[in-house]
């Protein structure tokens, strides 16, 4: 296999309350990451890169910015760019999509899931956060028919438990994790 | 889900029965556009869909419709709108005559975004908008410039987030639940159907925009969109692309200077 070839994707998916968790989650990614991260947040169309450079702050991990066609390498920490649904191509690359919001969302979860299972297949780590939304269900359907891996953050923990519960109804998730579990689950896994 | 090979298939068909190339589009969302067509026409095999769109025209028309994304907005990244109106069209103001040409232009919203704008700046009556799209349904609509009431609310806000100082609604007349822009627009603009994959250069323009286009073509054929851009464009012209779109690492770049961290180019040689 090609040198720096991405085998394992990890994938972080939330709405309202998750920023929190990540804000825990950031500082304590595994030193010498050796697989990717891309984080999809619902946000607003208005926003610039403030979540970016907020991530920033909190990681020893670089955060990168998507633009198309970016290349998703191995180390590093992604976020999904407001107003673009995002999509993995089997070269490594990514597209940005502005077809119809899904979820009433653009980003949307589902999307970025659902793709990263078609791609990535067994190497995918999902990770669905707190919101009042049911996006990202479906997209855990699909990593785990694709052999992949769904850790949920726990509906009591979650400031807003829909979106968890919601998968939750839908699948067994691999995990299902507090804030502190999560962290070292991203490593492990 | 329809698998690579079938989407092969399905490129090879299309190209061979009616000269339209895929071949060059992103797989990810060439790929999850026709999962969804599939879907919502109740297709479960992938042979019924394929003869269905090679024995009629029709459905292969919507084919088309269904694959590319249409989606669009007024005034969409306002910022962007403001760069135009504060840096560029003074610049363009100083010529005699000025050629727009709006590549991929959907359903025509950004189209009358920038004759607003063009307006605003007293340059309308001198100006040209040549609008093009691969889809000739979505080019109708930008010809009657009626968009859903709906939207105006938003729009207006985009509108002033731009910049604009008028009343936005003064632009267009209401009318059951639509609105209608007023024809001093579209008196400017010319709409015709161009394909960026095989159609050629067909004019010199002064300003050339291409938003959310290229993200649906893979590196080679941005590459191939950019390049007749460049034969399009005069000399001191600009060219503007989508908030996530770039001419980086594409044979045009040297010719190219960009403006400030905007994704506004300037052709300088
Ligand atoms: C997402 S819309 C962008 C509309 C507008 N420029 C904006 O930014 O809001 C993309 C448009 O590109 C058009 N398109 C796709 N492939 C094309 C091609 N090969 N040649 C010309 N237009 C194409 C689609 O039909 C669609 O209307």
Same mark, same amino acid.
């Given at each position: 296999?090609?040198?720096?070839?991405?085998?394992?994707?990890?994938?972080?998916?939330?709405?309202?309350?998750?920023?929190?968790?990540?804000?825990?989650?950031?500082?304590?990614?595994? =030193?010498?990451?050796?697989?990717?991260?891309?984080?999809?947040?619902?946000?607003?169309?208005?926003?610039?890169?403030?979540?970016?450079?907020?991530?920033?702050?909190?990681?020893?991990?670089?955060?990168?910015? =998507?633009?198309?066609?970016?290349?998703?390498?191995?180390?590093?920490?992604?976020?999904?760019?407001?107003?673009?649904?995002?999509?993995?191509?089997?070269?490594?690359?990514?597209?940005?999509?502005?077809?119809?919001?899904?979820?009433?969302?653009?980003?949307? =979860?589902?999307?970025?899931?659902?793709?990263?299972?078609?791609?990535?297949?067994?190497?995918?780590?999902?990770?669905?956060?707190?919101?009042?939304?049911?996006?990202?269900?479906?997209?855990?359907?699909?990593?785990?028919?694709?052999?992949?891996?769904?850790?949920?953050?726990?509906?009591?923990?979650?400031?807003?438990?829909?979106?968890?519960?919601?998968?939750?109804?839908?699948?067994?998730?691999?995990? =299902?994790?507090?804030?502190?579990?999560?962290?070292?689950?991203?490593?492990?896994? | 889900?329809?698998?690579?090979?079938?989407?092969?298939?399905?490129?090879?068909?299309?190209?061979?029965?009616?000269?339209?190339?895929?071949?060059?589009?992103?797989?990810?969302?060439?790929?999850? $556009?026709?999962?969804?067509?599939?879907?919502?026409?109740?297709?479960?095999?992938?042979?019924?869909?394929?003869?269905?769109?090679?024995?009629?025209?029709?459905?292969?028309?919507?084919?088309?419709?269904?694959?590319?994304?249409?989606?669009?907005?007024?005034?969409?990244?306002?910022?962007?709108?403001?760069?135009? $109106?504060?840096?560029?069209?003074?610049?363009?103001?100083?010529?005699?005559?000025?050629?727009?040409?709006?590549?991929?232009?959907?359903?025509?919203?950004?189209?009358?975004?920038?004759?607003?704008?063009?307006?605003?700046?007293?340059?309308?009556?001198?100006?040209?908008?040549?609008?093009?799209?691969?889809?000739?349904?979505?080019?109708?609509?930008?010809?009657?410039?009626?968009?859903?009431?709906?939207?105006?609310?938003?729009?207006?806000?985009?509108?002033?987030?731009?910049?604009?100082?008028?009343?936005?609604?003064?632009?267009?007349?209401?009318?059951?639940?639509?609105?209608?822009?007023?024809?001093?627009?579209?008196?400017?603009?010319?709409?015709?159907?161009?394909?960026?994959?095989?159609? $050629?250069?067909?004019?010199?323009?002064?300003?050339?925009?291409?938003?959310?286009?290229?993200?649906?073509?893979?590196?080679?054929?941005?590459?191939?969109?950019?390049?007749?851009?460049?034969?399009?464009?005069?000399?001191?012209?600009?060219?503007?692309?989508?908030?996530?779109?770039?001419?980086?690492?594409?044979?045009?770049?040297?010719?190219?200077?960009?403006?400030?961290?905007?994704?506004?180019?300037?052709?300088?040689?």
């Amino acid at each position: 296999m090609e040198k720096g070839q991405v085998k394992k994707l990890v994938l972080i998916g939330g709405s309202a309350g998750s920023i929190e968790v990540l804000m825990a989650v950031l500082p304590r990614l595994p =030193i010498g990451m050796d697989f990717p991260i891309v984080v999809v947040l619902h946000r607003k169309s208005s926003d610039d890169n403030t979540l970016e450079e907020l991530f920033a702050m909190k990681t020893h991990v670089p955060v990168r910015e =998507i633009e198309d066609k970016t290349r998703i390498e191995n180390g590093s920490l992604y976020v999904v760019p407001a107003d673009y649904h995002l999509l993995f191509e089997s070269n490594g690359t990514v597209s940005l999509d502005v077809s119809e919001k899904v979820h009433y969302s653009r980003p949307s =979860i589902d999307v970025v899931f659902e793709s990263a299972a078609a791609t990535y297949k067994e190497g995918v780590v999902a990770i669905l956060l707190s919101g009042s939304n049911a996006d990202g269900a479906l997209g855990c359907v699909r990593v785990q028919e694709n052999g992949g891996t769904v850790v949920v953050q726990n509906p009591a923990e979650a400031e807003m438990p829909f979106m968890p519960n919601s998968a939750i109804q839908l699948l067994k998730p691999d995990f =299902i994790a507090s804030t502190d579990d999560i962290a070292s689950l991203i490593g492990r896994i | 889900m329809i698998e690579d090979r079938e989407i092969d298939w399905l490129i090879n068909e299309v190209h061979e029965y009616y000269g339209y190339d895929f071949s060059g589009y992103s797989r990810a969302s060439f790929r999850r $556009r026709v999962d969804r067509l599939m879907e919502v026409d109740g297709f479960k095999e992938f042979g019924a869909f394929l003869s269905k769109i090679r024995s009629e025209p029709d459905y292969f028309r919507r084919m088309v419709e269904e694959i590319t994304v249409n989606v669009t907005e007024m005034f969409r990244d306002p910022a962007f709108y403001k760069t135009l $109106r504060t840096k560029i069209l003074p610049e363009l103001g100083t010529k005699p005559f000025v050629r727009i040409w709006h590549a991929g232009c959907s359903t025509g919203e950004e189209v009358y975004s920038m004759a607003i704008l063009l307006e605003e700046s007293k340059l309308l009556h001198k100006s040209l908008l040549y609008a093009t799209d691969i889809n000739p349904q979505v080019l109708e609509t930008a010809r009657k410039g009626i968009f859903p009431l709906r939207m105006m609310k938003d729009y207006s806000e985009n509108y002033v987030a731009s910049g604009g100082h008028q009343d936005f609604s003064g632009y267009y007349t209401a009318n059951y639940g639509y609105a209608k822009f007023s024809e001093r627009f579209s008196k400017k603009m010319v709409f015709s159907q161009h394909n960026l994959v095989s159609d $050629r250069s067909f004019n010199e323009f002064d300003l050339i925009l291409c938003r959310n286009v290229l993200i649906y073509f893979d590196k080679e054929l941005q590459d191939h969109a950019l390049q007749l851009f460049d034969d399009s464009l005069s000399l001191l012209g600009h060219l503007a692309l989508g908030t996530k779109e770039s001419i980086k690492f594409s044979g045009i770049q040297k010719k190219y200077q960009q403006l400030d961290k905007e994704k506004i180019w300037k052709k300088v040689k």
